[in-house]
């Protein structure tokens, strides 16, 4: 099992930025992916950026060239670094890897962006 405990969510102002953080309980090297979703009101989870074991990235359309995910092995987390925010993207942003064919989630961390 993987628990992960997501922090660095807030209110911040339309161009800026934010960076969360996604602490695992267990080695995030034994995990084949770790990525950050999304979920707006009103609107499904979708996927925001994921991270490979072979650190291979891959974003969404609507954050390419503004968010950047990254993995520190030693300390067992995964960070999202949001430049050039913009009000579409308030959601409740979540963590997740994939361990053993298993997903696992963390609780969520309310990001918000005034205009």
């Known amino acids: 099992q993987v628990q992960l405990v997501e922090s660095g969510g807030g209110l911040v102002q339309a161009g800026g930025s934010l960076r969360l953080s996604c602490a695992a309980s267990?080695?995030?090297?034994?995990?084949?992916?770790e990525g950050w979703y999304r979920q707006a009101p009103g609107k499904q989870r979708e996927l925001v950026a994921v991270i490979t074991s072979v650190s291979d990235r891959n974003y969404a359309d609507s954050v390419k060239g503004r968010f950047t995910i990254s993995r520190d092995i030693p300390k067992n987390t995964v960070y999202l670094q949001m430049n050039s925010l913009k009000p579409e993207d308030t959601a409740v942003y979540y963590c997740?890897?994939?361990?053993?064919?298993?997903?696992?989630w963390g609780q969520g961390t309310q990001v918000t962006v005034s205009s």
């Open positions: 267990r080695s995030i090297d034994s995990c084949n992916t």
């Open positions: 997740q890897a994939r361990f053993l064919g298993n997903d696992y």
